[in-house]
């Protein structure tokens, strides 16, 4: 199969219709949560990622900010007016939607999860002793992650050799050994000083990896943003990919 990866869309449809078209054709697609967030367009981009076919989607920081089921003081200042904007803009049906999603979910090979296997929505992995200690956290050879929004691969071809931190390049296929922890980035927000939104595709018969960037519409995401009266960082750093 061919899956799409994909993770902390944040609410940013122009990257999340980029990614789509890139994308290609896929036989699943798998969202590692943080639909909402941020970004000015939360409702459309629950609807387009629902007519996706064969979609799995878990339940990010940023979604249970939104369905207020979280103390918003854990957030930075512009985080948090995104937040209440998101809990006074999301339609029922939105809400819906991001009340079902689960926080972890299994695909032999793959466990998925917004932030770490220990700690599904909350912790970043962001170095190696943080992935090496979380490997002891799921059963099967992989695990994806997302919330950092930066690509990342975290290898562990065998236990005695501990882990590694790879940055498989752009569009290229990347053969997976032994067990690996894996980030496509970010499609909404990429933090990598990469403006172009990023996603993965993972290839569960051959088992490989291909880390993708695609260009949007940046200023047509900056200007809903403005409009919506959302803090205006988050139109800034679009555009340099902080
Ligand atoms: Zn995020």
Same mark, same amino acid.
């Given at each position: 199969?061919?899956?799409? +990866?994909?993770?902390?869309? =944040?609410?940013?449809?122009?990257?999340?219709?980029?990614? &789509?078209?890139?994308?290609?054709?896929?036989?699943?697609? $798998? !969202?590692? #949560?943080?639909?909402?967030?941020? #970004?000015?367009?939360? %409702?459309? !981009?629950?609807?387009?990622?629902?007519?996706?076919?064969?979609? +799995?989607?878990?339940?990010?920081?940023?979604? *249970? *900010?939104?369905?207020?089921?979280? %103390?918003? @003081?854990?957030? %930075?200042?512009?985080?948090?007016?995104?937040?209440?904007?998101?809990?006074?803009?999301?339609?029922?049906?939105?809400?819906?939607?991001?009340?079902?999603?689960?926080?972890?979910?299994?695909?032999?090979?793959?466990?998925?999860? =917004?932030?770490?296997?220990?700690?599904? +929505? $909350? @912790?970043?992995?962001?170095?190696?002793?943080?992935?090496? *200690?979380?490997?002891?956290?799921?059963?099967?050879?992989? !695990?994806?992650?997302?919330?950092?929004?930066?690509?990342?691969?975290? &290898?562990?071809?065998?236990?005695?050799?501990?882990?590694?931190?790879?940055?498989?390049?752009?569009?290229?296929?990347?053969?997976?050994?032994?067990?690996?922890? &894996? %980030?496509?980035?970010?499609?909404?927000?990429?933090?990598?000083?990469?403006?172009?939104?990023?996603?993965?595709?993972? =290839?569960?018969?051959?088992?490989? $990896?291909?880390?993708?960037?695609?260009?949007?519409?940046?200023?047509?995401?900056?200007?809903?943003?403005?409009?919506? #009266?959302?803090?205006?960082?988050?139109?800034?750093?679009?555009?340099?990919?902080?």
């Amino acid at each position: 199969m061919r899956i799409l +990866v994909f993770s902390d869309i =944040h609410a940013n449809l122009t990257a999340l219709e980029a990614v &789509l078209e890139a994308a290609g054709t896929f036989d699943a697609a $798998w !969202c590692l #949560g943080d639909v909402v967030g941020y #970004g000015p367009d939360p %409702n459309e !981009c629950i609807e387009r990622i629902r007519q996706i076919p064969n979609l +799995v989607c878990l339940v990010g920081n940023h979604d *249970a *900010a939104a369905l207020g089921q979280i %103390n918003l @003081e854990v957030f %930075n200042k512009e985080a948090r007016q995104s937040a209440h904007w998101m809990r006074e803009h999301l339609t029922y049906d939105s809400i819906q939607f991001l009340e079902e999603l689960p926080n972890r979910k299994v695909i032999d090979p793959v466990t998925l999860v =917004h932030g770490s296997p220990r700690n599904p +929505v $909350w @912790e970043y992995i962001l170095d190696t002793n943080t992935a090496a *200690a979380n490997f002891s956290a799921f059963d099967t050879q992989f !695990c994806f992650i997302g919330h950092s929004h930066l690509p990342a691969a975290y &290898l562990c071809p065998d236990a005695q050799a501990g882990v590694t931190l790879k940055m498989p390049p752009v569009g290229q296929v990347f053969q997976l050994e032994g067990r690996a922890i &894996l %980030n496509p980035g970010s499609v909404g927000q990429p933090r990598d000083h990469d403006p172009r939104a990023a996603f993965a595709i993972f =290839h569960s018969d051959e088992l490989t $990896w291909e880390p993708m960037r695609v260009e949007y519409d940046i200023h047509s995401v900056q200007e809903r943003i403005y409009k919506a #009266g959302l803090p205006s960082r988050h139109a800034l750093r679009l555009l340099q990919g902080w």
